[in-house]
């Protein structure tokens, strides 16, 4: 077992749960992110059950099982490279659900599609240079990612899609999922042995990514 003490300058310590370098310093913020890996387990049913045609969404429930491998290096080597195996899947996740959103759902082109995701990144790397990262004990980097799903919510909801209750139960997962991980450090004191609510963020982000297949896989416009 990783169990090496370091000094605080020697890992990443951005929640209240973590109170040394110790592996298991975050059990609870560790063991949550299983939160992922049963959301990818029932997308995964959900897409066999609607008969496993779509290899994009395949992708996206293996991307969904990898943010909660990443997540959980993070929370118990937190070190540079794990919180880098930490926010990189889930920049996939986001980046291809909206390809897969713009294309399977909305009916763009591929080519469109492209420039949608293109669009957005370039409004991300805006936010990131624009807004200071620690807002809201840093959950202003998600900003974009909430505005780009309440887009979605909004425009199958317009076209009367199937798809739009599950990007709705998403949204609201989305607030308040945020709403825990901004009051972890605000509220560290507060709450029993210190544990935080980073953890919250964990559960709710499984059920939030899980409502997102599912709704990029009903009321399709069109086939890729």
């Not at 210190?194 to 009903?218: A, D, P, R, V, Y």
Request: hydrophobic residues 55%; aromatic residues 16%.
């Amino acid at each position: 077992m990783y169990n090496i003490q370091m000094q605080k300058a020697d890992y990443i310590d951005n929640y209240c749960e973590r109170t040394s370098a110790l592996f298991w310093a975050e059990p609870l913020n560790a063991v949550t992110n299983l939160a992922f890996l049963i959301a990818a387990y029932f997308a995964y049913k959900y897409w066999k059950a609607k008969g496993a045609g779509e290899k994009d969404i395949l992708v996206l429930i293996w991307i969904l099982a990898t943010v909660g491998l990443g997540s959980f290096l993070f929370h118990t080597f937190a070190q540079g490279w794990s919180m880098l195996a930490d926010v990189i899947p889930i920049a996939f996740f986001i980046y291809l659900a909206i390809f897969s959103a713009s294309l399977r759902v909305f009916g763009r082109s591929k080519l469109q599609s492209i420039l949608i995701v293109s669009v957005f990144f370039a409004f991300n790397a805006l936010c990131e240079r624009y807004i200071p990262s620690d807002l809201l004990n840093g959950s202003i980097m998600y900003l974009p990612a909430f505005l780009a799903l309440l887009t979605m919510t909004f425009l199958a909801r317009a076209k009367n899609l199937q798809a739009h209750k599950a990007f709705l139960n998403a949204s609201i997962l989305f607030i308040i999922s945020l709403t825990f991980r901004s009051l972890d450090s605000v509220t560290c004191e507060y709450t029993p042995a210190q544990l935080g609510t980073h953890f919250m963020w964990h559960i709710l982000n499984g059920l939030l990514m899980f409502n997102i297949i599912k709704g990029l896989l009903l009321g399709e416009v069109r086939k890729p």
